[in-house]
């Protein structure tokens, strides 16, 4: 009985930092990515609600749609279409970078991305 009263805290402690974490996600990250033709910079401006992220993704002109989008403490996974292409992401949160791994096809592609105040 004690171990139940010890437990729960920890579970409510640990439930709120997630939270806290996924929302600090919110807003806008700016960033860029190398790729075999170049450095392209990228915009994302993200909302999250509970563990659910969405938002856009500006790169080359254009503005993508975030789908399937998802935040799991300090892990980030979504993609966007380009161009009839999936890409991929999957990101580790530290503070206010995300270390972001792009997966367009056999391509992947790896950047920072800062969090704008």
């Not at 990515?33 to 509970?50: H, L, Q, R």
């Not at 969405?54 to 300090?74: L, P």
């Not at 292409?85 to 503070?95: A, D, E, L, N, R």
Request: glycine content about 10%; charged content about 20%; some cysteine.
């Amino acid at each position: 009985m004690m171990s139940k009263k010890l437990f729960m805290p920890f579970v409510l402690v640990a439930a709120m930092l997630s939270v806290c974490l996924a929302a600090d996600l919110a807003g806008k990250w700016v960033g860029s990515v190398d790729t075999a033709d170049g450095v392209i910079p990228i915009t994302y401006k993200f909302s999250v609600e509970g563990e659910t992220l969405k938002g856009t993704a500006e790169a080359m002109s254009q503005t993508m749609t975030i789908q399937n989008g998802r935040v799991k403490a300090d892990s980030v996974f979504f993609e966007v279409d380009y161009n009839g292409m999936p890409v991929f992401h999957t990101g580790v949160i530290s503070g206010d970078s995300i270390r972001m791994q792009l997966e367009l096809g056999e391509d992947i592609m790896e950047g920072v991305f800062v969090k704008q105040k």
